[in-house]
């Protein structure tokens, strides 16, 4: 349930309807559960917004996990993409501890299977914006190529192009193309 807040008479409107769904829910034998409902506000304008209850609990909170995306009041994922890339570290960590010596094939099965999907899940949803975290992202592919012994002391493009893996910046703009063309070729209509 959504509702644009602009004045603060919306807010009561936003509280009405809470107020109804839960009516509704408790007619029907579908309760909700008041401490697993939240009240986020968006935004970055400053406009009047009120505290939301639901059986005298209050739903508001500044950040919440849905599908395992942290997603906070002003849309700044930088939080997420903290905890993403610190995962993606964690298991390349644990790549260079486990095997001895890697070779590009072993490497790249590892990489691709173990740590880019960490970097790289929902990112239609949280791709980075802020030149740190772009940056940051794609330090982590950068850090891993060098897990190769022969390829240790070539430039980063190099090892790419050896290990045939795009940057991770590349593959964000092309799914993103993909799926504009899956989405205006009707791609998703049954």
Not at 130 to 144: G, P, S, T, Y
Request: hydrophobic share 40%.
């Amino acid at each position: 349930m959504y509702r644009q807040i602009k004045k603060s008479d919306d807010t009561k409107f936003l509280q009405e309807d809470i107020i109804c769904m839960r009516q509704w829910s408790d007619q029907w034998l579908l309760s909700f559960h008041p401490k697993k409902c939240k009240s986020m506000r968006i935004g970055r304008t400053e406009v009047p917004h009120g505290n939301y209850y639901m059986k005298e609990q209050l739903l508001e909170v500044g950040h919440e996990k849905d599908l395992g995306v942290i997603i906070d009041n002003r849309l700044n994922f930088s939080e997420y993409i903290n905890m993403k890339i610190n995962m993606a570290n964690k298991i390349t960590g644990l790549i260079r501890r486990t095997f001895v010596s890697l070779d590009e094939v072993i490497f790249k099965q590892l990489y691709v299977a173990l740590v880019r999907p960490h970097l790289e899940y929902a990112n239609q949803a949280w791709a980075p914006y802020l030149v740190k975290d772009i940056e940051a992202i794609e330090n982590v592919q950068r850090r891993a190529t060098k897990l190769v012994p022969t390829l240790k002391n070539l430039s980063y493009e190099e090892r790419l192009r050896k290990l045939k893996i795009p940057t991770l910046a590349y593959r964000r703009a092309r799914g993103d193309m993909l799926e504009t063309f899956k989405i205006l070729s009707g791609g998703y209509v049954n």
